[in-house]
């Protein structure tokens, strides 16, 4: 089985656009979980999507948003960038609802910078 | 609020145990404890998680503490291939959703 993909894999922006990310997980996963990561920060949860419904968010603005589509693709996107932005993007998949309810299998990242 | 904390690096030689601690003192009950580790340049790779008892698997070993204020994962034989940075990640039931905290990791460095 193909793993987790995420595209683009390194993007530059400037402050005030807007970025749209991709992901497509396993097949068969129906659960799409983002999040980012900074060395400041580390890893953080934004949200997860399954069966094209946001099920549970993190503690981020609304800036961030998400969508999947029936085929379980999921897009991210970021509005109005911020330099703060700037960070490692990670998409996981699992095939039941519920964060970390089953084993997340993650994809490489997205490496966004804001300039 | 829960909160998991670990040291920031630990350093262990080749075929060695390693153990990697994690505090999560404000644990409650149906808490789950998961560990993740991430290579470099590449996304998160589950190890394992648990809940009260102790777990095993192919890849290592998760000890926790009877209060669960702490756990600890277990790698019997590390290799070179096991340095990474270590995750203690907490699943966390907020009425009817979920929540993940994150330690900042564990920077493993394996000596020949």
């Known amino acids: 089985k193909a793993g987790v993909t995420q595209t683009p894999r390194y993007l530059i922006k400037t402050r005030g656009q807007q970025v749209t990310l991709s992901c497509s997980p396993i097949?068969?996963?129906?659960?799409v979980s983002w999040y980012q990561q900074t060395p400041g920060q580390g890893l953080q949860f934004l949200f997860e999507?399954?069966?094209?419904?946001?099920?549970n968010k993190g503690n981020f603005p609304g800036r961030f948003s998400g969508r999947q589509f029936s085929n379980s693709r999921s897009e991210m996107n970021v509005s109005t960038l911020e330099l703060g932005d700037s960070a490692l993007y990670l998409c996981?998949?699992?095939?039941?609802?519920?964060?970390?309810?089953?084993?997340?299998?993650f994809g490489p990242g997205t490496r966004l910078t804001v300039l | 609020d829960a909160k998991t904390t670990q040291p920031n690096s630990m350093e262990s030689n080749e075929e060695e145990p390693v153990h990697l601690p994690c505090n999560h003192s404000?644990?409650?009950?149906?808490?789950?404890i998961h560990w993740y580790r991430q290579l470099p340049s590449q996304g998160p790779e589950y190890v394992i998680h648990?809940?009260?008892s102790n777990v095993n698997n192919r890849m290592a070993s998760l000890a926790i503490a009877e209060d669960r204020k702490s756990s600890t994962l277990i790698l019997h034989r590390a290799t070179l291939r096991d340095a990474a940075v270590y995750y203690c990640i907490l699943r966390v039931r907020q009425g009817g959703s979920e929540k993940l905290v994150f330690g900042k990791g564990t920077k493993l460095t394996v000596n020949p």
């Open positions: 404000t644990i409650s009950g149906t808490d789950y």
């Open positions: 999507y399954f069966s094209e419904t946001q099920r």
């Open positions: 097949s068969g996963h129906r659960s």
């Open positions: 648990g809940l009260t």
């Open positions: 996981a998949s699992n095939p039941r609802q519920g964060v970390f309810s089953d084993t997340q299998y």
